[in-house]
T-cell receptor
Framework: DVKVTQSSRYLVKRTGEKVFLECVQD?????MFWYRQDPGLGLRLIYF???????EKGDIPEGYSVSREKKERFSLILESASTNQTSMYLC??????????????FGPGTRLLVL | GEDVEQSLFLSVREGDSSVINCTYT??????LYWYKQEPGAGLQLLTY?????DMKQDQRLTVLLNKKDKHLSLRIADTQTGDSAIYFC????????????FGAGTRLAVHP
């Protein structure tokens, strides 16, 4: 079974704080993704990574950065948290190579509240 | 446009069939997915269908794909209270990797 874990289920931070969200997968997947989920908007891609130390911007990268120092770990960083970053953050991973093996598997999510 | 569209809410009686509909936009999409999200949880993959198929059945789940109309549906037979969740459809678009575009999700409420 694919397992994707996220470091926190719930986080409360203050405006201006630096926030780290961690994601770890145990299936040796090449690709890892960070999404945010907001009611009525579905999931929107923030950043993804297709290899160690590689990253690509998604659809809404502003205000976020990422780090992938090891294959199994992908971190999302909010340099200076703002209230409009209050959201549910979901991490996912997948193999490469095209086709159904690129199916994405999701972690349980981190609900972040920025006050 | 870019959007994958789903109705936001569906209410069904326990034991009835549920049909959740989705329209997508890119005719070159390779795979279409259904994910389930239970309250407070991440997304769980339910099933997927390759774009050259019309139908896929997996136990109580039936996926129908009308490629001409870019319409995808998920039918859940004998709906149970444990099926109450948000259901997301997603299309995998061709590119450097299979970029997933998600709909806003359909909240399924199952009542006795």
């Amino acid at each position: 079974d694919v397992k994707v874990t996220q470091s926190s289920r719930y986080l409360v931070k203050r405006t201006g704080e630096k926030v780290f969200l961690e994601c770890v997968q145990d299936m040796d997947h090449e690709n890892m993704f960070w999404y945010r989920q907001d009611p009525g908007l579905g999931l929107r891609l923030i950043y993804f990574s297709y290899d160690v130390k590689m990253k690509e911007k998604g659809d809404i990268p502003e205000g976020y950065s990422v780090s992938r120092e090891k294959k199994e770990r992908f971190s999302l960083i909010l340099e200076s948290a703002s209230t409009n970053q209050t959201s549910m953050y979901l991490c996912a991973s997948s193999l490469s190579g095209g086709g159904p093996q690129e199916t994405q598997y999701f972690g349980p999510g981190t609900r972040l509240l920025v006050l | 446009g870019e959007d994958v569209e789903q109705s936001l809410f569906l209410s069904v009686r326990e034991g009835d069939s549920s049909v959740i509909n989705c329209t997508y936009t890119d005719s070159s999409s390779t795979y279409l997915y259904w994910y389930k999200q239970e309250p407070g949880a991440g997304l769980q993959l339910l099933t997927y269908i390759f774009s050259n198929m019309d139908m896929k059945q997996d136990q109580r789940l039936t996926v129908l794909l009308n490629k001409k109309d870019k319409h995808l549906s998920l039918r859940i037979a004998d709906t149970q209270t444990g099926d109450s969740a948000i259901y997301f459809c997603a299309e995998a678009r061709r590119g450097g990797y299979n970029k997933l575009i998600f709909g806003a999700g359909t909240r399924l409420a199952v009542h006795p």
